[in-house]
Antibody, heavy 119, light 112 residues
């Protein structure tokens, strides 16, 4: 059974940093791309960032480019999101999502970790 | 990376069929057969319902189907059931780089 468990969320002041983690199990982690998708309270889904199986390709939404860094450790079956210079508009539930075959979709999602940016 | 356009809400009675549209541009929906649809119940994580425009993952009811015409993708749910009441989101590859995805704003489906 595929499991994705996010952690690292919390309350942080504007301008500060936070690092999210996603522990994966139930599939061959280093065979698949991975993504972060967020959802602000009461709002829709927003793709944040994605990383290929070997970290050779990485992409970011314009809204986080230059502030967030995605990475993975295949030996630890883990995905990370380093979030710097946080803003109030980054407040959201952050989901870890597994890329499907050919990375054409997101076939499994975690339950999310809540990040609240407020002074 | 402009969001895809979905109706804010749709409704239907049990047993009926409904269709949710998802309009993008020639740079995303119109250029790639990489539209996926997700169902999200309140307080739950999204669930993949349709991928690559019209393919259903194992375990998803065949009451759910997807299609595309030009820059608009559609999700059709036939034989509506109370459990189908949820938010639905479309998503498309947006093409400017290897990783470039855009979601629709979401549609609230109410089963009357």
């Amino acid at each position: 059974e595929v499991q994705l468990v996010e952690s690292g969320g919390g309350l942080v002041q504007p301008g500060r940093s936070l690092r999210l983690s996603c522990a994966a199990s139930g599939f061959t982690f280093d065979d698949y791309a991975m993504h972060w998708v967020r959802q602000a309270p009461g709002k829709g889904l927003e793709w944040v960032s994605g990383i290929s199986w070997n970290s050779g390709s990485i992409g970011y939404a314009d809204s986080v480019k230059g502030r967030f860094t995605i990475s993975r450790d295949n030996a630890k079956n883990s995905l990370y999101l380093q979030m710097n210079s946080l803003r109030a508009e980054d407040t959201a539930l952050y989901y870890c999502a597994k890329g499907g075959s050919l990375d054409s979709h997101f076939d499994y999602w975690g339950q999310g970790t809540l990040v609240t940016v407020s002074s | 990376q402009s969001a895809l356009t979905q109706p804010a809400s749709v409704s239907g009675s049990p047993g009926q069929s409904i269709t949710i549209s998802c309009t993008g541009t020639s740079s995303d929906v119109g250029s790639y057969n990489l539209v996926s649809w997700y169902q999200q119940h309140p307080g739950k994580a999204p669930k993949l319902m349709i991928y690559e425009g019209s393919k259903r993952p194992s375990g998803v009811s065949n009451r759910f189907s997807g299609s595309k015409s030009g820059n608009t993708a559609s999700l059709t749910i036939s034989g509506l059931q109370a459990e189908d009441e949820a938010d639905y989101y479309c998503c498309s590859y947006a093409g400017s780089s290897t990783f470039d995805w855009v979601f629709g704003g979401g549609t609230k489906l109410t089963v009357l």
